[in-house]
């Protein structure tokens, strides 16, 4: 019972003086707090460790850039939606240059693609007087071209080897670049007959409707893809 009733009385005691000590003592850590650095006060949880250590914080580890995705090993829709999904977002395309079905009343034949240089506009011809149509990226000034082609070559997510030419006007660039969402060829590539031009994809989208490019016809990922679909090696195309 003597035990029990010192403890009681050490505990009112304890009580009592944790009552008169603890209001000075948290507003003394206020202001404490309130006196620290700015970067001691953005802690949070580790104010604790900079009054302890005097400040030496240890510095926290840089986070790991984002690497990009592997570049898809098998042609299925699921994978090509995966990286695809990595693409930036934050832009918008204007209407005009969605992929939509049109009249058409021009030239070439079912299964042909003619490429309308002013107005930004590639067509794949359907017959019956329709067409595909399709927003592009072309030629900026001093390097258009015009004639005919054919279809000689089609590579998924390809890769990029500057030419020699692109390599002295931009010495900047990588010699090679496996293909992948990164890269500047995009998703796909149509290769035009012998010559160095192509309709690919982009990692630029933002860049459909303007006059960017060295020569090639670009197109956004998801535009390529369909087109890449629709059109058989040897089909003709014509640029305007």
Partial sequence: MWFMLSWSGISGFTTMRTSHILPPLLCGLGLLFHSL???AQDLG???????????????????????????????????????????RRDWSVPEQFHRQEVDYAGSGGIGS?????????????????????????????????????????????PDWTPPPEMLQRRPDLPGHMEGGPGN????????????????????EPWTIGQNVSSGCIRMMNEDVIDLYQRVRIGADVTVL
Wanted: aromatic share 10%.
């Fill in 113 to 157: 693609i003619v490429v309308d240089t002013p107005n930004h506009y590639l067509y794949l011809v359907t017959g019956s007087g329709r067409a595909m149509r399709y927003g592009i990226g072309v030629a900026r000034p001093g390097f258009e071209w015009g004639g005919h082609k054919t279809v000689s070559r089609k590579s998924e997510w």
């Fill in 45 to 87: 949880g580790g104010l604790i460790e900079f009054l302890v250590t005097g400040g030496e914080m240890r510095a926290r580890p840089a986070p790991e850039p984002r690497a990009l995705p592997e570049r898809p090993k098998v042609n299925t829709p699921y994978t090509q939606q995966a990286a695809l999904a990595t693409a």
């Fill in 37 to 39: 650095p700015s970067h």
């Fill in 184 to 203: 500047p060829l995009g998703a796909r590539a149509l290769y035009l007959g012998s010559s160095m031009y192509r309709i690919h994809g982009t990692n």
